[in-house]
């Protein structure tokens, strides 16, 4: 019967249905400033609090905005 409403819901709303794992950042990208298919080394930048990709061709960095907020998974130096 839940399952039932849930699908109904999902119908009438299809943005409850919608799936975050597609908006990782992936591991392989198009490099913005050579243009090859590499594969990028990533890493999150304390200070701009950025997801940044950095391309191993041509050192290229560029970076994202992260997903989730920082403040709940980072540690401050308050807690330390």
């Known amino acids: 019967m839940l399952a039932a409403f ?8 299809p943005w409850l249905s ?10 392989v990208q198009i490099c913005v400033a050579c243009g090859n298919r590499v594969r990028v080394r990533i890493q999150f930048h304390l200070v701009e609090k950025a997801v940044l990709c950095q391309c191993s061709e041509c050192s290229a960095t560029w970076g994202y905005n992260p997903i989730v ?11 330390k």
């Open 69 to 79: 907020k920082t403040e709940k998974w980072m540690k401050s130096d308050e807690e």
């Open 18 to 27: 919608y799936d975050y794992r597609h908006r990782r950042v992936k591991r």
């Open 6 to 13: 849930v699908r109904l819901l999902i119908r009438l709303i």
